[in-house]
């Protein structure tokens, strides 16, 4: 077996545990180089790739009807998620594309200053290592989670779902034939070669060569590798977003940006789940927000007070206030003032996203630095929560934990720092 | 039992588990309040715990006499560590009004950008929440790191060594008399109650509560915090420091950043443990220094080419390469070059801190990109990785891991980052 069949993954697998170790062991050694890599080299590798996928439209389209075939009974959404077409296989090309054109963050020092000692100290950002991405059905996350990986220095193991085994080895060859044109190691992106689940085990238990695990998909997946990670995970589990209106909000923004949060994309992580109204705008508010909620089709889950002006509001239970709906579906709460949206917030909330709208300065400011939240907003729609909005680039995901990365993951979220100190003989007294 | 004895710990403690987790449960609402306490109620209660440790002397002698007629088997180190004189009371005093003089790190809002939608992205240092130190023998640490959590705006929640227990608890009564003064909560800091070992390890299950714990003490302490944490541990395991003598180096340099890495201090994390030569520079580097760390005592451990130009060298073992001495012990080995030394640093170092004495900037270059370590260095001791040389301004620890904090950590390793969006009625288009 060369060394490209083994980063594409063997035929047949028979020790996953031996299969998936030696996997880690080659991608340590790749990461050793990757982090040396020059910046020349990994976007030559990422323009060869996205030239490779070009190239490699009729086999990708055949590789993706073979695991279509395969799994002809997957629900509608499920099946389109997995379904390439050109218009995708031309956007995982312009993805890699624009992760080259990105700036690269490795080996940037900062704050390079002097000491009273005469030594000059500062930090310089370098990879982490070598990332672990488990993913389901979506194949394109095989093209962009390798090269936010190889752009940052870092070796990637990949586990896509096994719906997707087919699409996901012809999409990291094309990875490996970037590499190899670049003179980079191939073991720099490697896909697990069996779908057997005793692989994500075994993979989570790799805390020696793995430095952090990305997993993307539904809240069962991120449950379990939170659960069984020996390393740290980069991970949200659940957007339940808010706005809350305080009494010196605007109502046409209000109404404005509730609509948009609420009804922008349901299905998001960011997409508004609870509103909070202060009791002295809930007339003005919701006379004018419920009849568009209404017409989008969205049902509302009110308190006593909310129901009191929105006839048609179901009563909310103390379920709705802890709900992810994903769905045209909105809790509404009327609270007294920003101390109570607050607390609420911090009771029920899940620490992704959540906005205030309000014209008066010290509300706002309390509002920014009270709500533990990964991102906190004011007049804004909490639909912005996302690397592309911040001007991150690309996002590797979004993370809700307090170490390491927080909110909306880039490059810089797959890099650590280290101190630099550059002396010329100095000693300490 | 009111507020100020709960802080401090009851007298007898019967359910272990009970009273630590009344301690976190206590901590996490104390943590809301200082997260959003000012910069000036924070420093007042600083320099009002200062002056109580003044105004305490007396008491603070006495408690600390009764600690050490309960354990007069301590051997002559730990009891010197343990003792409390005027000397150290007054440095205690005099680190609390260091820390309350840095800046506050809480709040600072950087790199606030306007983004193409028309939003301003930026992020907001805040704290992590409740933090753990679980600690030995000197009560001093008692203080110091009340101090930096107190500053961070965290709630913290010290476990001290069962032989300095009283001494814990008066200097405890002293931040307490601060938090009082500056009407902060008293449950911002909190001493575990119980000498019972029990109650670390139910500490450091308390996930829900406790966002960090740092441990410091000795490497068997480091070791089991690290394997029960449920949560993040800021820490290093081993300092096994080299410094590289390239063969491009200044010889004056290499002998005088060589002696200081090494007799400065022995028993300190940052001094080197081995010196590294380049074939060229063998002769010349070592015909110099080993006298001079004959004279300081310092006994060597070379290989082969080491030991035919030091005599007196002892032959080095494979567990030489690997060795944390913290003692007046050198191994020296001589390696081709700059590959071999970053293999060797890489095969057997610990990620602490490690240095190159070269004139050659490309080399340079190299070591401090490729050596995977949290402090890499040109032509300076490795003795300078500290918070007070880096300017930190103060030290909670040194960290060898990637995630989070790296090297030495000060105030803002004890925080987080988020993102703060600022509209005027935006919405996503």
Redesign the interface.
Known sequence: MNETAASIGPATVTDVAAHVRALGDAARRAA?AL??ADTRSKNRALQEAAAAIDAGHEALIAANARDRAEHPDLDAPLADRLTLDRRRIDAMAAGLREVAALADPI?EITDL?Y?P?G?Q?G??R?P??VIAIIYESRPNVTADAAALCLKSGNAVILRGGSEALHSNRAITACMLAGLAAAGLPQSAVQLVGTTDRAAVGALLGLEEYV??VVPRGGKELIERVSREARM?VLKHLDGVCHVYVDERA?V??AV??A???KT?RYGTCNTMETLLVAEAMAAPVLSRLAPLLRQAGVEMRGCEAVRALVPDAVAATQEDWYAEYLAPILAIRVVKGLDEAIDHI?TYGSRHTD?IVTEDLGR?R?F???V??????????T???DGY???LGAEIGISTD???A???VGLEGLT?????????????E
């Not at 650590?416 to 100095?426: F, L, N």
């Open positions: 050793r982090a040396r080996g200053r000491r000692s030594i100290v930090t310089m370098v982490l290592g430095d952090m740290p605007d046409d923004k404005r940006i609509l948009n949060a922008q911090t906005a706002a309390r920014l630095a009270e533990d939240s990964s991102s906190v907003m004011v007049n804004a729609s639909r912005f929560a909005e911040y001007g307090k170490f390491h927080r909110g909306p650590s720092r280290k101190y630099v100190v550059i002396g010329d003989g100095h000693v300490r």
